[in-house]
């Protein structure tokens, strides 16, 4: 199997680029563990299928990436300062993840995915009609913890983030299979698939702390830009990632047809040959087992993996320059670094 | 095939029931274009497969009761007299009907439907995936609308309802196939996959004319007593009803397993060896085509269908006498008439 930019880059096997993550969350320890404990809370139900199906991906891990970034914007917006009793951070932050959540549960059906962070997916063990329909729920409970909330203001940044996030997964629908796909096209996909709820997660924050709109919009930036690479360094380990470090299958986004970036350059810069193969293989869904190496070979072949790390990697200076309207602070240091992390995990 | 107690009571072929509905809707009628205009307006997106397919089942038809509910509450609450802008029911009953539809989708997903008001249903015409895809769309798109109209009561009672829905609908997949159902729990599972949307559809008619708490309770209790009578009736039917005339496949609850009033009856009525047809049938799910006939046969024997619309007539009552804290009225006494409507579909 050929070595691809992503693996033959990996600098000590035991980093896993996760440290800037860890630093992030003990900055709003007390924050995160009151987050953990309203999820729970909330996912109550009289129907026990559904604490039980929401348990199995809501509280069985996941990194806590999107609240964590409502609660670290809240606190580096100075929400809360002096008065212990704040909290409504900690609640929207609840409300972000169940809004994930619930875009996992029904990515899964749309995809017939098997394994999430490893392990059985939902869909898997308790079926696709169990999981569309605890989905429904935890987005209806996510509006149920806004309007407790209060803000208008807020509603209608989640409410616009979930069309956004719906017209996002729609339209990957579109293109899957579709190699006149361009590179606008797919970012439109990724934008709205997971960049909007990112940037959304981390606008709330500057709400809650009652910022300008100045400092609002420089969050939304850090978290679309953040977003929009996370998704591309996503897409990128699809063709590259040790499938035990990811936690995921290799492969899945090529099985499926995905027309995601390092696919698409590809097939842009390939000879009459290659671009039949990948015709046959994205366009038709033909494969047999040895096209997913060659797919590989290909990408790298052309620099795919790196031309798309290239764009990530200015997304994320973008959404570092984005912080710079805050004064430094451990917290906005432990943000900045956050967004070299997503580079990191593609080593 | 036996005739059913309500085919046998079939008094006009040619009268389908529905003369109390357009009678109400002719009272509202330029409430209801409005409505019909915002709907089509607002499931627009740049992505045209999302009002492509919203369009096969939110324009093409359906009977538009629950944003007629809403705009008929409204107006007999005395929302927008002398002032021809009033439009927040308009806007809100639009909302009704986006999260009813959205339902929708994800049911035929659920059931594995392939007929929807006697046209092929969304998913098998676009596919499983797109509509669990759009469903979450319209569903956003719905919580867009609220927001916009901007109380957070209404916003409080459409998340509540939506829970409720999605509740009702995982509870109706654990009892599926369950013959210990209880009537207790299947009156539960109807409460929320249909009455509490019916509920709040009403309800909100009230809030937005700004009427006292005990007008909105009434309002409510009208709109659940409907529903679940309204379900009631439908559960009857799919062991009775002229395929043609209900456009939709006699039958499909059986199949599917599921434990409605009728089956639970007469289950619990049965001998062993009738308690042994349901448990193949019901339970395992183990069906032959002389299977349904029987089934239909039994729930007559044991007067199911009889019984279940005694309920649902008490039910209307009900509904009915919850309308007494408003004055006489032309409208008051077309939402008395659409009650009675649902009971006439029986025949």
């Not at 996992?104 to 569309?132: I, P």
Request: charged share 20%; aromatic share 4%.
């Amino acid at each position: 199997m050929p070595t691809t930019t992503l693996t033959s880059r990996t600098p000590a096997p035991t980093d896993d680029g996760e440290g800037a993550l860890n630093d992030l969350a003990a900055l709003v320890r007390d924050d995160l563990e009151a987050c953990n404990r309203t999820i729970v809370a909330r996912m109550e139900s009289p129907v026990t299928l559904i604490p039980s199906l929401a348990a199995h991906i809501v509280a069985a891990g996941g990194k806590r990436l999107r609240p964590l970034l409502t609660l670290a914007s809240a606190r580096l917006c100075g929400y809360g300062a002096g008065d212990p009793a704040a909290a409504r951070h900690i609640q929207l932050a609840a409300c972000v993840e169940f809004i994930h959540t619930a875009t996992l549960l029904h990515d899964d059906v749309v995809d017939e995915s098997a394994l999430r962070r490893g392990l059985a997916s939902a869909n898997a063990v308790f079926g696709n009609k169990a999981s569309v329909l605890v989905g429904d729920f935890l987005f209806a409970r996510a509006f149920q913890l806004m309007v407790e909330d209060g803000s208008l203001e807020v509603l209608a940044i989640l409410s616009q983030a979930a069309a956004t996030i719906a017209e996002g997964e729609v339209l990957q629908l579109i293109t899957q299979n579709d190699l006149a796909t361009d590179e606008a096209r797919y970012l439109d996909v990724i934008r709205g698939k997971t960049a909007a709820l990112f940037a959304a997660a981390c606008q709330v924050g500057a709400v809650v702390a009652g910022r300008e709109k100045p400092v609002e919009m420089a969050l939304a930036r850090y978290g679309l830009d953040l977003g929009i690479a996370f998704q591309l360094i996503d897409d990128a380990l699809d063709y590259a990632a040790d499938q035990a470090q990811l936690g995921k299958t290799i492969g899945d986004d090529f099985r499926e047809g995905k027309t995601t970036l390092p696919v698409l350059l590809a097939y842009q810069a390939g000879n009459p040959e290659e671009r039949s193969f990948w015709e046959r293989t994205i366009a038709q869904n033909e494969q047999t087992p040895e096209d997913l190496p060659r797919a590989i070979a290909l990408i790298e072949r052309h620099g795919a993996i790196a031309a798309t790390l290239g764009r990530a990697a200015s997304l994320v200076a973008s959404a570092q320059a984005a912080l710079s309207v805050f004064p430094p602070s451990p917290l906005r240091a432990a943000m900045h670094a956050v967004a070299d992390y997503t580079l990191h995990r593609a080593r």
